[in-house]
């Protein structure tokens, strides 16, 4: 059993684990406790055996008879991959059962936030810290594998469709501008620039994703008559097998971003107040950041905390020809 509640870009990355676990333990079954609202993520994957989804607004005691039934049906092994309060009350309520819990380096992270200062390994990625939470199971020199999500020919055709549907019958760019916080997300006038660039010198079409919430893609949209948006309006899996395919996805460190890579489209990340160590970065070969070394930079693990200067600079930083750049580059490899 594992135990990963959220968000879109950490049940991204758990995909890499998961293909470790089973690979080591092929005729192991692998169940997977997730949040209902990121479940589809993981439709499809050929090493998971079943999961079961929890909403987010349950209650102690319903943490605690999952507890319970997870204690009935005697797994070999628990591997909690979240290490939050709802998962603890849940694993407190598991008797006699091997528990494996992942642990979150929030001393280097402090360090690196309040001080400047990394004590991170060199190879570290999310994928790296949650094979290190399962190194006591592992055999050694093995490979840590790509995250990878899995889309059917059906989503595929139907992507398709509704990409026809809107005019978009040529090779096209993903374009997934919000994020969670605002303060992760680039400026509006400089994506239009950079749109205008792809549709107009590179003949690509532009396709925008996001959330009902995306303030960004609202404001790109009233700007920008080169952007075919369909943002607001996609499920999880419809955004994901649009995704899978477009040439290259442009956007900023946010979970559907995450997901292009895991589909193996290529991605160019724009990194403001987050970076490699908190959970940012990018994964392919042919994939790319663009980011500004600022001094003050990380300013918090996921990129919430408001920037207490009066400009962000990490942000603000990034022009347009960076990013114009940083295409050509993807487009030449």
């Given at each position: 059993m594992v135990l990963r509640f959220?968000?879109?870009?950490?049940?991204v990355q758990l995909t890499s684990p998961l293909q470790t676990l089973n690979d080591q333990f092929p005729d192991a079954k692998i169940d997977i406790i997730t949040l209902d609202e990121y479940a589809e993520i993981l439709i499809g994957q050929p090493f998971i055996n079943r999961i079961i989804t929890i909403s987010r607004?349950?209650?102690?005691?319903?943490?605690k008879n999952i507890g319970k039934k997870i204690s009935d049906r005697k797994y070999d092994l628990i591997i909690d991959f979240h290490n939050v309060i709802r998962s603890k009350i849940i694993l407190n309520h598991v008797k006699s059962i091997q528990k494996i819990i992942?642990?979150?380096?929030?001393?280097?992270?402090?360090?690196?936030?309040?001080?400047?200062?990394?004590d991170f390994d060199n190879k570290f990625s999310q994928r790296w810290?949650?094979?290190?939470?399962?190194?006591?199971?592992?055999?050694?020199?093995?490979?840590i594998p790509d995250n990878k999500l899995v889309v059917s020919k059906i989503e595929r055709n139907e992507a398709e469709l509704l990409l026809k549907k809107n005019g978009v019958d040529r090779s096209f760019i993903t374009l997934i501008p919000g994020a969670a916080w605002k303060q992760k997300t680039w400026l509006k006038n400089r994506y239009s620039k950079v749109i205008n660039y792809i549709?107009?010198?590179l003949k690509y079409k532009v396709v925008m994703l996001g959330g009902n919430n995306d303030d960004i893609c609202n404001s790109i949209n009233k700007i920008n008559n080169n952007v075919t948006s369909l943002f607001g309006r996609l499920s999880l899996r419809e955004s994901i097998a649009l995704i899978s395919l477009s040439s290259f996805t442009i956007g900023s460190d946010t979970g559907l971003v995450h997901a292009s890579e895991a589909l193996g489209v290529p991605v160019l990340m724009i990194l403001g107040p987050t970076n490699t160590q908190m959970g940012g970065g990018v994964m392919l070969k042919r994939s790319s950041t663009v980011e500004k070394e600022i001094w003050c930079r990380p300013c918090s693990q996921n990129g919430r905390s408001p920037c207490f200067r009066p400009q962000q600079y990490c942000i603000n930083e990034i022009s347009s020809s960076d990013v114009i750049n940083s295409i050509r580059g993807i487009l030449d490899r």
């Open positions: 959220s968000s879109i870009g950490d049940i607004f349950f209650n102690y005691n319903q943490l992942y642990k979150k380096p929030r001393w280097k992270r402090f360090k690196m936030i309040q001080f400047n200062r990394n810290l949650y094979h290190q939470c399962l190194n006591k199971i592992l055999v050694n020199n093995y490979n549709t107009e010198s």
